[in-house]
Nanobody
Framework: QVQLVESGGGLVQAGGSLRLSCAAS????????MGWYRQAPGKQRELVAL???????NYAESVKGRFTISRDNAKNTVFLQMNSLKPEDTAAYFC?????????WGQGTQVTVSS
């Protein structure tokens, strides 16, 4: 089993910053990708950012230039630095770890951006 522990969510004013962290532990042999998804009330879960084992990244268009994903491979930890936050970024953010072919999910951390 793999356990994911997320931290760093909270309430922030528009234009502010937050940093999310997600640490993976357990039976980890080879992580293919780590990332963040988000889900706002009444909406589907959507990809925010992914980082692959080789270091390449993917971002949702809506967060490009504002969010930065990074990872510490030695600690099996992924980070999401979120700058210039907007009210539309308000959502529950979920950490995702892909250890092929299985996806593991964190419990979610709430990010609320006030206008």
């Amino acid at each position: 089993q793999v356990q994911l522990v997320e931290s760093g969510g909270g309430l922030v004013q528009a234009g502010g910053s937050l940093r999310l962290s997600c640490a993976a532990s357990g039976n980890i042999f080879s992580i293919n990708a780590m990332g963040w998804y988000r889900q706002a009330p009444g909406k589907q879960r959507e990809l925010v950012a992914l980082i692959f084992s080789a270091g390449s990244t993917n971002y949702a268009e809506s967060v490009k230039g504002r969010f930065t994903i990074s990872r510490d491979n030695a600690k099996n930890t992924v980070f999401l630095q979120m700058n210039s936050l907007k009210p539309e970024d308000t959502a529950a953010y979920f950490c995702n770890v892909n250890i092929w072919p299985v996806d593991y999910w964190g419990q979610g951390t709430q990010v609320t951006v006030s206008s």
